[in-house]
């Protein structure tokens, strides 16, 4: 296996541990201090980013109050194709009190960071 996939599979691998351990410095550590991130509820929670955040504040912030909204969020992996630009991982995502939810997410890397994240609900 090529160097490049190996590494981006351990950045997921890493981004998987960081959230299901709502471990907000890990996660965070693993994107580029500018990194974007589209999210569907993005657009619900704050209609004025039109789905989009950018960079590590903004990032902190909506991962933040996630765990805080929603402290049984675990993912668990069903699928992660990798290849040297980029990750796209099929999860699902499970919160105590609600149905499942299945999620796909791509993740953009560069010089071993995230520096984009999209995430599609199914």
């Known amino acids: 296996m090529n160097s490049t996939i190996h ?4 950045i997921a691998n890493l981004w998987l541990a960081a959230f299901n351990e709502h471990n907000l410095q890990n996660l965070l550590s693993l994107y580029h201090n500018e990194a974007v991130h589209f999210s569907p509820k993005l657009k619900i929670k704050l209609p004025e980013s039109n789905g989009l955040i950018k960079g590590k504040v903004a990032l ?10 929603l402290p049984s969020l675990q ?21 105590n009190d609600e149905n499942d939810i299945k ?3 791509v993740l953009e890397i560069e010089n071993g960071l995230i520096v984009a994240s999209r995430v599609y609900h199914g």
């Open 60 to 69: 902190s912030a909506w991962w933040n109050e996630a765990f805080n909204h």
């Open 103 to 105: 999620v796909g997410e």
């Open 7 to 10: 590494a981006n599979r351990h």
């Open 75 to 95: 993912y668990v992996i069903e699928k992660l194709t990798v290849d040297e630009d980029q990750v796209f991982m099929e999860y699902i995502r499970k919160v």
